[in-house]
Structures are given as structure tokens and as C-alpha cells.
């Protein structure tokens, strides 16, 4: 079984920064690619940032300059650092990891999208 475990969400006032954190844990074998994306009720949930397990970055248009996201293999934990928020960042962000783990039904090596139970960022005066 893997979890993914979020922390770090809250209220701050525009201009104001927050950090992200998620940790993966369970059977895994490699991590592919961890990200963040993010919601808001009514709309799909959208990729904000994404890291490969080389490094390789990805970030929306919209959060180029203000979001960082980081990664550390060796404990299976990816960040966001969220900087100059404004009320546009308000959503419930989820974390997100493309991996490889055991499977002990199958015995068997799968490649699954594992998800986070989310983590509200609200912004607002």
C-alpha cells in the first residue's frame, strides 16, 4: 500500500508565502515524477508544478516566478514554495506521484498514479 501525506496548507494574505510538503510511503520501488495541482470547486483539478526523478521541472504559466518546486529522492518528499500568493492561488492543492511499487495481491511490480487527500490554501485580507 502507498500514502501520501500533505502538509503545509493554511490561510495567508496576499503577497504572503506558504511551503507545501508531501511525503510518499508504502512498497515503493522508484518514483517516476512527483507534482502539484490544484482545485477549485466547479473547475478540474489542474497541474501547478511537477518534477522528474532527474530533476526536470515543470511549472504553470500562471505560477512561473512564484512557485519552486523541489524534491528529495532519498526520502520520497516533494515541495512547493509559494510565494507572492494572490486570491487566484485559493484551491485545495493535491499532491501527486507517477511510481513504481510492489504489489502483494499480484506479486507483481506495478506503475500507478497515487494521489494525496488534499491540503486547503487559502488566500485572502
Known amino acids: 500500500q502507498v500514502q501520501l501525506v500533505e502538509a503545509g496548507g493554511g490561510l495567508v494574505q496576499p503577497g504572503g508565502s506558504l511551503r507545501l510538503s508531501c511525503q510518499a510511503s508504502?512498497?515503493?520501488?522508484?518514483?517516476?515524477?512527483m507534482g502539484w495541482y490544484r482545485q477549485t470547486p466547479g473547475n478540474r483539478r489542474e497541474l501547478v508544478a511537477r518534477?522528474?526523478?532527474?530533476?526536470?521541472?515543470d511549472h504553470d504559466g500562471s505560477v512561473k516566478d512564484r512557485f519552486t518546486i523541489s524534491r528529495d529522492n532519498a526520502k520520497n518528499t516533494v515541495s512547493l514554495q509559494m510565494n507572492r500568493l494572490n486570491t487566484e492561488d485559493t484551491a485545495v492543492y493535491y499532491c501527486?506521484?507517477?511510481?513504481?511499487?510492489?504489489?502483494?495481491?499480484?506479486?507483481?511490480?506495478?506503475?500507478?498514479?497515487?494521489w494525496g487527500q488534499g491540503t486547503q490554501v487559502t488566500v485572502s485580507s
Open positions: 508504502g512498497s515503493i520501488i522508484s518514483i517516476k515524477a
Open positions: 501527486n506521484a507517477d511510481l513504481v511499487h510492489y504489489d502483494s495481491d499480484s506479486s507483481e511490480r506495478l506503475r500507478d498514479d497515487y
Open positions: 518534477i522528474t526523478d532527474a530533476g526536470a521541472t
